[in-house]
DNA sequence: CCGCAAAGGTGTACGCTGTACGCCTTTGCG
DNA sequence: CGCAAAGGCGTACAGCGTACACCTTTGCGG
């Protein structure tokens, strides 16, 4: 019986879950985000947190997304070079704020919305910048990890992008209105190499050699850091 | 009481423990990898292993130790650029091998004698190859967790080749002799900067500044995959 | 050959994890 | 007002890593 000034416990909401994960997350690291853990900060009972997420890989994959989906937006000015750097710093930043990111991101399976509308607008970047769709599709495995805080290559599993259910042509439509880029590099992709959308062996060839080019002129320039 | 002709159950070792293990992981996955199902393997009850392992974490990194202690060794012939395109293309076969082999490493904190030797056959070809020790530095980096199956930034814990004890003078020396190239590399970055070994935003930086002067060199000339 | 310390294997037990299932309470809408 | 839906609770279970105490086997010095 809560007395009527008493500050009634607020319902939980997912987001009110998410943010209190974050929280713990950033505190003390993703080990010790478990659902009993996050619930006792919630002030509820560990099971009150199943009508909020579907288990705890559902958590996790909640919070990647809400800190994904909270990347700032570049400036919409400069080189496609320029606006592609931003992107790159925006994302490690959220990484040094949040440590657990990377372990986070590595063990999902499926890329979620969110991981898609990232990838789509750094490719629609590098399109808008004059590359083709073939070469946008390369240069983007090339940036992988490094420069997402995600690698391409992590989500050989598939996207997850809501309606698992049938229609093949329907669910195309709206990866295309959704993600157009992104879906028209999968497009491109499967055209050339039909058995498969991505040939992994090509694309680490591709950026081994992209690097090792970048290396021997450097070697070449006599390059030092310190100036 | 096992008559004279019955097989007697051979005892563990760690070499014996750490082969079941790696072949329990390349069957079902890192995540199959649980103290209890390794020693069911073995016929043995599950404390039996830790007087062989020290915990799971010890475990994990005696498996990924003896993968990369298993990489072949390259032909000593050719090119810097040769002989370190083979030596990535040796690393990415191991982990086609084993797929658990990503998450072990990023799992680990500190880098082995096994590890270190890695990293030091590489530094040794870009510096064999006419490399700047400076220069090898970063574009070790550069390569980071793409070419090697791990990342340099994922061991920010410092090193664990053995005895912690005391005289770091004697570790100096026990380091430059087993790993002259990482060591003089550990070195010449702490010499120009003195607060810490690595600049972390500054090789983010310089990887990000190669990768996107190659994407606009491949753009320019009009590059295309399917040839 | 004996004996004894060291090394190896066993059994039990604890605290932690994610979560299935059933029950009760609160909420919001017709 | 009443009732279905949604939200929160409590119990319970199987699996995890591993601490600790105990017994058995091994190999070596006397």
Redesign the pocket.
């Given at each position: 019986m809560p007395e009527p000034g008493s500050p009634?416990r607020r319902?939980?909401?997912r987001d009110r879950v998410l943010a209190e994960a974050l929280a713990l997350a950033d505190a003390d690291g993703l080990d010790a985000?478990?659902?009993?853990?996050l619930?006792a900060r919630l002030?509820?009972?560990?099971?009150?947190l199943?009508?909020?997420v579907a288990?705890?890989?559902d958590?996790i994959g909640g919070m990647v997304d809400a800190v994904i989906a909270g990347y700032a937006r570049p400036a919409a000015t400069g080189t496609w070079r320029e606006r592609v750097r931003e992107r790159a710093l925006i994302a490690r930043a959220a990484h040094l704020a949040h440590p657990w990111l990377r372990e986070a991101i590595q063990s999902r399976r499926r890329r979620s919305a969110a991981v898609l509308g990232h990838m789509d607008a750094v490719a629609g970047e590098f399109i808008a910048g004059g590359f083709s769709v073939d070469l946008t599709h390369h240069v983007m495995h090339a940036l992988g990890n490094r420069v997402w805080g995600f690698s391409p290559e992590a989500f050989d599993g598939g996207d997850d992008v809501g309606q698992p259910d049938g229609d093949p042509a329907a669910l195309l439509r709206m990866m295309s209105e959704r993600f157009p880029h992104v879906t028209a590099i999968a497009l491109d992709a499967s055209a050339r190499n039909p058995s498969g959308s991505c040939d992994e062996q090509f694309e680490f060839e591709f950026t081994l050699d992209l690097l090792l080019d970048a290396f021997e002129r450097l070697r070449a320039a006599g390059w030092e850091s310190s100036g």
């Open positions: 009634q319902r939980l909401d985000v478990s659902m009993r853990a619930a002030e509820v009972v560990p099971m009150a199943y009508k909020h288990d705890k890989e958590l």
